[in-house]
């Protein structure tokens, strides 16, 4: 069992920026890859970016890439999403995710086992 706790979302005018965390417990959190994805009102949750266990592989979706940044620490037990130049469709609930299988880092949510309950991001024009 994972158990995963997101934090640091709120409300940013944009151009701003906001930093999440995403706690992990339960199992040795740097055997695992971690995830970030989003879901806005009326729309399927998107994937946002992905690390794997190791940290030595990442992967964007193409609508934050250059604006958004991964990485995790392995003592902390914590992956973190940077959000840069923040938009209004940047606007979500973001959640973060688990891939238990040690490979690199993956985008499809099929691939995630254990998931948080999401953190609000309010992106205001």
């Known amino acids: 069992q994972v158990q995963l706790v997101e934090s640091g979302g709120g409300l940013v005018q944009a151009g701003g920026s906001l930093r999440l965390s995403c706690a992990a417990s339960g199992r040795t959190f740097s055997s695992y890859g971690m995830g970030w994805f989003r879901q806005a009102p009326g729309k399927e949750r998107e994937f946002v970016a992905a690390i794997n266990w190791s940290g030595g592989s990442t992967a964007y979706a193409d609508s934050v890439k250059g604006r958004f940044t991964i990485s995790r620490d392995n003592v902390k037990n914590t992956v973190y999403l940077q959000m840069n130049s923040l938009k209004p469709e940047d606007t979500a609930v973001y959640y973060c995710?688990?891939?238990?299988?040690?490979?690199?880092?993956?985008?499809?949510?099929?691939?995630?086992?254990?998931w948080g309950q999401g953190t609000q991001v309010t992106v205001s024009s």
């Open positions: 995710a688990a891939d238990l299988r040690p490979r690199q880092a993956v985008a499809a949510t099929s691939f995630y086992d254990y």
